[in-house]
T-cell receptor
Framework: DADVTQTPRNRITKTGKRIMLECSQTKGHDRMYWYRQDPGLGLRLIYYSFDVKDINKGEISDGYSVSRQAQAKFSLSLESAIPNQTALYFC????????????FGSGTRLTVV | GEDVEQSLFLSVREGDSSVINCTYTDSSSTYLYWYKQEPGAGLQLLTYIFSNMDMKQDQRLTVLLNKKDKHLSLRIADTQTGDSAIYFCAEKRRRDDKIIFGKGTRLHILP
């Protein structure tokens, strides 16, 4: 099994719908992150959590919300999806220092039509 | 300006060496990283270097760090078709403890 699992792998949804992307990890890491990847823009941080009771906004949090249900689970919600939220979404984890880099999931490709 | 900059594309002939360059802006960065992203996959950590090191070698990979110029490079020796991917440079900023990624360099292997 993968260390960081994201579901679903692919999703097509309609404008205005609420959608949840899920992430679970078996690394035992405290820190979890949500990024989106767009061609030519690289990775942009949406939200991050340093432990179960800690949630922080990243550089592009508008239109998104998160929930850290447990140490191993961190979900991302789009309250009312819009087409410019079409992107590849990645969840990542790190230990409590983050020094040794992040472990990424395989991504969720989201298309909003 | 951008925190981490790298060129977007690089083409290299199979068997040659690939050198991917990156510049960063935070002189107090503690760790620097190279990640690889293959098509349809997430980012995979290739290697990292601590800021007090100048070089790190791991099989075909060599990382060079020039702190004075805030320049990081990744050299891949004997480039193979399986090296075709996007390579991301990243720095860990001391001021907010975040890892900041460049936009990625797409490495294309020519036959």
């Amino acid at each position: 099994d993968a260390d960081v699992t994201q579901t679903p792998r692919n999703r097509i949804t309609k404008t205005g719908k609420r959608i949840m992307l899920e992430c679970s990890q078996t690394k035992g890491h405290d820190r979890m992150y949500w990024y989106r990847q767009d061609p030519g823009l690289g990775l942009r941080l949406i939200y991050y959590s340093f432990d179960v009771k800690d949630i922080n906004k990243g550089e592009i949090s508008d239109g998104y919300s998160v929930s850290r249900q447990a140490q191993a689970k961190f979900s991302l919600s789009l309250e009312s999806a819009i087409p410019n939220q079409t992107a590849l979404y990645f969840c990542a984890t790190s230990d409590s220092t983050g020094d040794y880099g992040y472990t990424f999931g395989s991504g969720t490709r989201l298309t909003v039509v | 300006g951008e925190d981490v900059e790298q060129s977007l594309f690089l083409s290299v002939r199979e068997g040659d060496s690939s050198v991917i360059n990156c510049t960063y802006t935070d002189s107090s960065s503690t760790y620097l990283y190279w990640y690889k992203q293959e098509p349809g996959a997430g980012l995979q950590l290739l290697t990292y270097i601590f800021s007090n090191m100048d070089m790190k070698q791991d099989q075909r990979l060599t990382v060079l760090l020039n702190k004075k110029d805030k320049h990081l490079s990744l050299r891949i020796a004997d480039t193979q078709t399986g090296d075709s991917a996007i390579y991301f440079c990243a720095e860990k900023r001391r001021r907010d403890d975040k890892i900041i990624f460049g936009k990625g360099t797409r490495l294309h292997i020519l036959p």
